[in-house]
């Protein structure tokens, strides 16, 4: 059986035609082509916590698809489908025009309008065919469905007559129910219509007369039942959709998010897409509806991720800490209790993603639960850390600090399992991933030479974060007094930053190893994920150079963003999931990394080039795209199945705008570091609105501005400092 969690085969697409739509509310999502329909036999249907609840959705008008016009995306979770009826035969226009206004969240809501444009009324019939497989998500996205891997009953009932009239005001009838068992699992869907309609398995019928310039309404809900319980939609037919929770938590997002005037559009652009697509990623747990958290992406990763959640919360700060504050919530709440190699829990231990599948529980916690990753534990502590910094919800990070010190334990005891100071990774057994950093697909580590690397492997991040842990650490004891506490972790982050820039440096080649392999033997591959090694500081100045050179070569740097291997390496692919493509997230944490070091001009070199990638997809940068080098094409190619939106993608520009203004808070201390470097291009730029020291600070900078920088709503015990700060400032 494929396991989700090492999956190294094919995916399957979306469908052919014009294209596809995705709509996401937490986790609901709905893919579908660009009329709307959702196709059977593709990767399409309508998901509801990780299993498709409709696996076919298609509106027939006389028999025949209508013609898609245009797909108008409202807001993430709502979407506008125009389409015409098909032109009789020697004509070339159609009358009839079909608007379907759609609204996922919990389920969905299908509104179908005919218009009639003829001086005549119109007949015709309009059928709805559907259908479920309840299928798990992964099984979907992998093309594994029907191939014996789904057992399990279903069944399929007609509710109510054979031919009914829902006259009652605007409030549907159930039509259809499917249901689905396997064991104790239960799943099912109810489709409920307004409207005189004639229902049978599988087809909704509906015999239409649309007046002359009028038009004909009918409305479907979908509903997912768990355990017998029917579920209603958010968005009900006949209720105003402004009224919904997902319009309603949209809204007040908006509303509060930072506001970034720009005379550079491209920024302006990228930036404002960047924190639309945030809100549409935010899940909210049934438990505890008062966290948010931040999903990986859509359509096939709207669960809480380890290492993806806490990166995108810790570049999203900027905009919302509350974010921050469920991330570190839910990840304490799941934090691993006991030694479990069938999931690879140790105690101590953040998790690395969680699934619903056949989980019967509705909370956050009834799924699945996997642990293996290296460097979820130590980012855990070291967003922690920076939550402290930025001097916002103290009491939380205080109630926190025990997880921090459990997360510590893990690291110095199944981390560093060999107790040579260094965290790294093996999995426990033959279906947990083999790699267990961020590029976790089975071939993503490698030497110069493209041969794979095999485990127990310490990767150069992992190493870096474990340092950010130490220091975060260290911070929490000076804060409480605790002088044995401090001395141990600050003595501990300088043994590793030493051992580090010893163990992992390649003279000879003037970077640093990606990892060392199983005989502590650098894995002497050329990647990016020595930019992470920057952002945290663990780099000893006198090598920064040298690592500011190799990432921004032309091997590296492909004019969109950063390769994630070297061109010039053995099993470089610039159409490979981790060796070779390039994945924003990376490239901005690069960026971040170059400018701590003073690299300004290397940072906006990666700075602009996100930004010009992002500009040229329509402001928004998926997950990852091809490493193919600006010079043979002029827009980036994507990857197939990239999610999008994706978290840290969506993050990415919030990271770099924050290296741009050069932002680094200390309020504890009562210092905030300011020195914006804008480059060329950039004349003008304002934040405003950020959340900030209990308060909502706005940072004004350029050529409007007297004196170039202008910073206001700080509290007034804090000191701007307007110099950048260096990777030696310490407590």
Sequence with gaps: MSDPWNYAGPVTQLGSGTGSVTLVDESTFAISGSAGDIAPGAAQGLFFRDTRIVSRFEVLIDGSPAEPLAAVTDD????????????????????????????????????????????????????????????????????????GLHAGAITTEVVGAAERVAGEGDRPVPALTYTYARGAVARGVELRTTGAAKVAPGIITFEVLVPARGEWTACIEVGPIIDGAVFSPKYLCGQPVERATPTERLAEWRRLVPKVETDHPVLKEVVARSAEDLGALRIFDPDYPERVVVAAGAPWFMTVFGRDSLLTAWMALLVDPELASGVLQTLARFQGTEVDPRHEEEPGRILHE?????????SLGGGSIYYGTADATPLFVMLLGEMRRWGVARELVDELLPNAARAIEWIEHFGDSDGDGYVEYRRATDRGLANQGWKDSWDGIRYGDGRVAEAPIALAEVQAYTYGAYLASAHFAFEAGDAATYDRFRSKAAQLKANFNRDFWLEEKGWFAVGLDADKKPIDSLTSNMGHCLWTGIVDEDKALQVAQALVSPAMFTGWGLRTLSSDNGGYNPISYHCGSVWPHDTAIAAAGLARYGFDGAAQQLISGLLDAASSQGGRLPELFSGLDRGELNVPVGYPTSCSPQAWSAASPLLCLRTLLRLDPWIPYGKIWLSPNLPEGIGYLKVEGIPLAGSRVTIEVGDRVPGGLSISGLPPEIEVIREPRRPSTAV
């Design 76 to 147: 993430p979770f709502s979407a506008t489908f125009v389409s015409r009826n098909h032109p009789e035969p020697g004509r070339a226009d159609s009358t009839l025009m079909i608007f379907r206004s759609r609204h996922v969240g919990q389920g969905m809501r299908d509104e179908l309008t005919l218009r009639n444009f003829s001086d005549e009324a119109t007949a015709c019939t309009v059928d709805v065919l559907v259908d479920a497989d309840f299928a798990d998500l992964f099984a979907v996205k992998e093309g594994r469905v029907g191939a």
């Design 354 to 362: 969680m699934r619903f599948g056949d989980a019967a529980s509705l």
